[in-house]
């Protein structure tokens, strides 16, 4: 049985990331596509993880190019081409430039892979995939954004470093926009079971939360020179695998909505069945009146900026 195509858009530090957890994971062969300008450098990247492989024994292909053409017949295309937050910077900060990155990109996939599902982690998240949906035209199970993923794992790790309990234990989920003002469920989080609110403080769990939403935001500080790469790369790897092994795994992502949660033609974090049909169902629950308040705060950041992407 062939393997599967896996495509990277974009050779940065997230793009490297994934080529080595999906390689590590046998997830399919892999073709890291940039710039023509970069073609040594992706050239480059792809032998040395070609040469990582005897060390722990990955039988899948890497390759590197500066033309789109090589991602032809892929099955699966990843996206993190586009300009990294720096300190200061909002996520909305990078729309305009971002926003002409993934014009260009959507019309080089739907060229060359045009039955691959799309899976996006360029900022700001929720507009690109929307801006990405519209210039692709491809279907809505196609494309779905990287948000709820790595903002749930975010979530559960500040979760268990508080609790100091295992990672492992730990559920939890993130819905709404990937900003500010994504809401983390606290009902949803439990260790082993047992409900957080039994585990922590009112002052803990609200420390959490607010860390959680402007997690992403910490890291940009800290680095002090571009984003988060380790946590969103393996947050993608989740919804790849879920999707090439059909695992029908729940995960929150970035999904267009046509009605659920009282949202029509916007993509945002809500939890979704991921298989081998791609987004194959978004799932919904009854929210209490506090959810379903914040969630509408959430929709409104999001309405504004894909309002701001003018398409």
């Known amino acids: 049985m062939p393997r599967k195509k896996i495509s990277l858009v974009g050779g940065?530090?997230?793009?490297?990331?994934?080529?080595?957890?999906?390689?590590?994971?046998?997830?399919?062969?892999i073709?890291?596509?940039?710039?023509?300008?970069?073609?040594?450098?992706?050239?480059?990247?792809?032998l040395d993880l070609m040469a990582l492989r005897p060390h722990d024994g990955y039988d899948v292909n890497i390759s590197g190019s500066g033309d789109y053409a090589a991602i032809t017949g892929s099955d699966l295309v990843i996206i993190?081409?586009?300009?990294?937050?720096?300190?200061?910077?909002t996520r909305e900060d990078l729309l305009e430039i971002n926003l002409k990155i993934i014009e260009s990109v959507a019309k080089q996939?739907?060229?060359?892979?045009?039955?691959?599902?799309?899976?996006?982690?360029?900022?700001?998240?929720?507009?690109?995939?929307?801006?990405?949906?519209?210039?692709?035209?491809?279907?809505?199970?196609?494309?779905?954004?990287?948000?709820?993923?790595?903002?749930?794992?975010?979530?559960?790790?500040?979760?268990a470093m508080e609790t100091g309990l295992s990672v492992q234990d730990v559920?939890?989920?993130?819905?709404?926009?990937?900003?500010?003002?994504?809401i983390p469920l606290i009902r949803t989080a439990s260790v082993g079971g047992i409900p957080l609110?039994?585990?922590?403080?009112?002052?803990?769990?609200?420390?959490?939360v607010k860390r959680t939403q402007q997690a992403g935001t910490e890291i940009?500080?800290?680095?002090?020179?571009?984003?988060?790469?380790?946590?969103?790369?393996?947050?993608v790897i989740e919804m790849a695998e879920a999707y090439i092994k059909d695992k029908k795994r729940?995960?929150?992502?970035?999904?267009?909505?046509?009605?659920?949660?009282?949202?029509?033609?916007?993509?945002?974090?809500?939890?979704?069945?991921?298989?081998?049909?791609?987004?194959?169902?978004?799932?919904?629950?009854?929210?209490?009146p506090e959810e379903q308040s914040q969630l509408e705060k959430t929709i409104e950041a999001v309405k504004k900026t894909v309002e701001e992407t003018g398409i």
């Open 12 to 29: 940065g530090q997230i793009g490297g990331i994934l080529a080595l957890i999906a390689a590590q994971k046998e997830l399919g062969d």
């Open 109 to 159: 996939i739907k060229q060359h892979a045009p039955d691959a599902f799309v899976i996006l982690t360029t900022n700001p998240l929720d507009a690109i995939v929307y801006a990405f949906h519209k210039y692709s035209g491809f279907s809505k199970q196609q494309v779905v954004g990287m948000a709820g993923s790595l903002d749930s794992g975010r979530f559960k790790a500040f979760i």
């Open 220 to 235: 940009v500080k800290l680095l002090g020179n571009g984003s988060a790469f380790y946590s969103p790369a393996a947050a």
């Open 197 to 208: 609110v039994d585990l922590l403080t009112t002052e803990q769990i609200d420390a959490i």
């Open 171 to 182: 559920s939890g989920m993130v819905m709404g926009g990937h900003g500010p003002a994504m």
């Open 31 to 46: 073709t890291i596509v940039d710039l023509p300008q970069l073609e040594d450098p992706m050239k480059g990247k792809a």
């Open 80 to 89: 993190t081409a586009g300009l990294a937050r720096k300190p200061g910077m």
């Open 250 to 288: 729940v995960i929150p992502c970035a999904a267009l909505c046509e009605g659920e949660y009282d949202i029509d033609g916007y993509f945002v974090g809500v939890p979704c069945i991921i298989g081998s049909g791609g987004v194959e169902k978004v799932i919904e629950f009854d929210l209490t």
